[in-house]
């Protein structure tokens, strides 16, 4: 019973977020920070929640129950370090896994580098808007020995912007009741539109194929 209580406040720890503060004070720093740096680090940890919890604390840190400058600081580093790790995780046992592996040829991997040396920059930047390729983009530019260098300026740019749209979002119109009562609408119509360059590169792509 606890065991599930657990997951489920894990899950779902932008709903949980108001107890949680409640219960460990300036602790929830803390908290934010692993919650964002696992979701980007660990390519196994898709499911932890990132866009919403972003915009839930701006939220609270609008009716000052938490510093905004401190979250800022304190996530976007977390979103930073996290792509990072899943970088060097990537690299470090990408190409083990392909020369084990039956169902990834050797040619999939020269393909995965030839397409992060083109399009790494943006695949990175548009990653971090769309949940589970957030968590997968970095890994994958590992896996493709995408430059650390060029990774690592992009996983930067990307960073900053994400948590700063998410979590100002939420500091300057959560309050309001009809974002309030849309976040979900909201998250997604941000997917969408972040995906359109992504979509018109594959269009672009594909008729330059044919």
Do not use: C
């Not at 979701?39 to 866009?51: H, K, R, S, Y």
């Not at 530019?141 to 740019?157: D, E």
């Not at 939420?170 to 979509?199: D, E, H, M, Q, R």
């Amino acid at each position: 019973m606890l065991l599930a209580k657990f997951i489920d406040i894990i899950l779902h720890l932008d709903k949980y977020l108001g107890f949680l503060l409640q219960k460990y004070g300036v602790g929830i720093y803390a908290i934010l920070f692993v919650v964002i740096f696992l979701e980007t680090g660990l390519v196994i940890m898709p499911f932890l929640p990132g866009d919403s919890l972003l915009f839930v604390t701006g939220t609270i840190a609008a009716v000052g129950r938490m510093n905004i400058i401190i979250l800022f600081v304190f996530l976007a580093a977390a979103a930073i370090l996290g792509d990072s790790l899943n970088y060097w995780i990537g690299s470090f046992f990408g190409e083990k896994v392909f020369a084990k592996s039956r169902l990834f040829k050797k040619e999939y991997l020269e393909r995965t580098k030839d397409f992060y040396r083109k399009h790494g920059g943006k695949t990175i930047i548009l990653a971090r808007f769309i949940p589970i390729m957030r968590t997968f983009a970095p890994f994958v530019a590992g896996v493709g020995k995408m430059r650390y260098v060029r990774f690592f300026s992009f996983n930067v740019i990307g960073g900053i912007a994400w948590v700063a749209i998410f979590l100002f979002g939420g500091y300057f119109f959560g309050a309001i009741p009809l974002v309030k009562a849309n976040l979900a609408i909201i998250t997604l119509a941000i997917i969408v539109i972040s995906l359109i360059p992504a979509g018109l590169e594959f269009v672009r792509h594909f008729r330059k194929a044919s």
